[in-house]
């Protein structure tokens, strides 16, 4: 758990964008409500197109039946290490708005991208209280949608992992050889000036 951090930025960014990884080793010990809700906190503030907010966060805190039925609904991949993290929470996102003037809604185009940064906010502010996340797309989200009862016009994005970070070795080998922070691509391959490269 104490290995360094070999993450290095070619420009001089805050540390929080190193130290934010996604670890699989957590200690099991429940995240206390209020923590969780000051993560949600930092996720509120988050910008959205119009100011709309289109996220919404359903969560389960460790040892509770909640707890349980939010780990059922991660793919077997995702469970077998989830199960040690402190509370489970699913992303969504509203995927209408409403027309201005009108008693109509459309489908928005931005609440996919509007949910991601307030997921990114609340890894961060997670971060800052000393927790680890880890996003998730492996779930079945058609039994996230029965299960959670989630209505139509919401988008199960993601399931997040938050807990304390364990030592590796409470993960199965195959996972401790995974279990550092990754790398990144330079900038030469998303960051483009004036328009697309051509290809
Ligand atoms: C939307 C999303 C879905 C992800 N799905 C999974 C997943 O199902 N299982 C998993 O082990 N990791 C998953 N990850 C973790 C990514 O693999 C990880 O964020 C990526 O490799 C970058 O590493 P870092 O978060 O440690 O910086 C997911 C991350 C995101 C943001």
Do not use: C
């Not at 199960?83 to 209408?96: E, F, H, M, Q, R």
């Not at 809604?105 to 680890?132: C, I, K, M, N, Q």
């Not at 279990?179 to 697309?196: A, C, L, S, T, Y």
């Amino acid at each position: 758990m104490s290995q360094a951090n070999p993450r290095v930025a070619d420009y001089p960014i805050d540390r929080q964008f190193l130290e934010r990884w996604s670890p699989r080793a957590f200690t099991g010990e429940p995240v206390p409500e209020h923590d969780l809700r000051t993560m949600f906190e930092a996720a509120r503030w988050a910008p959205s197109s119009s100011n709309l907010q289109p996220w919404r966060f359903l969560y389960a805190l460790g040892q509770t039946p909640d707890f349980d039925k939010f780990l059922a609904l991660l793919v077997e991949g995702n469970r077998v290490w989830a199960k040690n993290a402190g509370a489970l929470v699913i992303v969504l996102s509203k995927t209408t708005q409403p027309v201005s003037g009108t008693d109509k809604v459309a489908a928005s185009r931005t609440h996919s991208f509007d949910a991601g940064a307030a997921w990114a906010y609340f890894a961060l502010e997670a971060l800052r209280l000393g927790y680890a996340t880890h996003g998730m797309a492996g779930f079945d989200v058609a039994r996230t949608i029965v299960d959670l009862k989630i209505p139509e016009d919401y988008r199960p994005e993601a399931a997040v992992a938050v807990g304390r970070r364990a030592d590796k070795s409470v993960l199965p080998d195959y996972l401790q050889a995974r279990e550092h922070p990754n790398g990144r691509h330079p900038q030469k391959h998303f960051v483009f000036q004036g328009g697309f490269p051509a290809t």
